[in-house]
Nanobody, 117 residues
Framework: QVQLVESGGGLVQPGGSLRLSCAVSGSLFRFHDMGWYRQAPGKQRELVARISSGGSTNYADSVKGRFTISRDNTKNTVYLQMNPLKPEDTAVYYC???????????WGQGTQVTVSS
């Protein structure tokens, strides 16, 4: 069973940066597209960045030009570099393998990102 463990969140001032990590268990990581999602209070979870198994990337308009998704298949890890952060980026961030109906795997605990002065 694949497990997803997100880390790297925290409290940061507007304009600051954070780098999130998601460790993925299992030997088939390199074959899956991966994505970073976020869920703000009172809102639905949304996909903000996606990276294919071959390394192609896509971003939601709200984060394009500020966030960068990457992956290291030797470490079974996907990253999200976020800079510069805005208060509206405040949310719990999750990773998963995207499917039209949501994520392929059971969701991890997520990592809280709070952008506030």
């Amino acid at each position: 069973q694949v497990q997803l463990v997100e880390s790297g969140g925290g409290l940061v001032q507007p304009g600051g940066s954070l780098r999130l990590s998601c460790a993925v268990s299992g030997s088939l990581f390199r074959f899956h597209d991966m994505g970073w999602y976020r869920q703000a209070p009172g809102k639905q979870r949304e996909l903000v960045a996606r990276i294919s198994s071959g390394g192609s990337t896509n971003y939601a308009d709200s984060v394009k030009g500020r966030f960068t998704i990457s992956r290291d298949n030797t470490k079974n890890t996907v990253y999200l570099q976020m800079n510069p952060l805005k208060p509206e980026d405040t949310a719990v961030y999750y990773c998963n393998a995207p499917l039209p109906q949501g994520g392929r795997f059971s969701w991890g605990q997520g990592t809280q990102v709070t952008v506030s002065s």
